[in-house]
């Protein structure tokens, strides 16, 4: 019975540790890293490094995206699902060769950047940044 019990509970926490608010800010370092080197990618044309990135980048978008999704929070939402489909658009023009779609990706993408940050973003006093509901 009670491995029952604690089995249950493992199941209903998993989802929630997801979403949790410490989980944020590193997601948010891994977007800010990515970008970068798919910036950068898209500069020296090196096909592995984009891929590597864009990857990331969704990965990172879609752990932010269900803080918001737990909250139900929609402008944080459509900004998640435009950047997730941003970065998809990159990952496609990747494995197909075409740049101009992974240029299109990475501004699809960094157009939700500042739009996100001046409503749902705070910094604090030392410099660091915590999540406005
Ligand atoms: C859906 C909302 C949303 C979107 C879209 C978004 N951010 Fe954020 N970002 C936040 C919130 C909220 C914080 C503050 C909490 C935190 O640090 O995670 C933040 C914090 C950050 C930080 C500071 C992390 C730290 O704590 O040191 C960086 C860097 C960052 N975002 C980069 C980006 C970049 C680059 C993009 C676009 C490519 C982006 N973000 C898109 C919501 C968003």
């Known amino acids: 019975m009670k491995l029952i019990w604690a089995a249950g509970l493992v199941v209903c926490l998993a989802p929630l540790q997801a979403q949790d608010e410490k989980d944020h800010p590193p997601n948010m370092k891994t977007i800010n890293a990515s970008m970068k080197m798919l910036k950068a990618s898209l500069e020296t044309k090196n096909v592995a490094e984009a891929a590597e990135a864009a ?20 402008d944080a939402l459509d900004w998640s699902d435009s950047a997730i489909t941003g970065a998809r658009l990159a990952q496609a023009g990747v494995s197909d060769g075409h740049w101009e779609k992974v240029s299109e990706g990475v501004s699809k993408m960094g157009g939700t950047c500042k739009s996100c940050h001046d409503v749902h973003r705070e910094r604090l006093p030392d410099g660091t940044y915590k999540i406005k509901n």
Do not use: D, I, L
């Not at 980048?57 to 929070?73: D, I, L």
């Open 55 to 74: 990857k990331k980048v969704e990965a990172a978008f879609s752990e932010t995206r269900k803080y918001w999704a737990a909250r139900q929070t929609k």
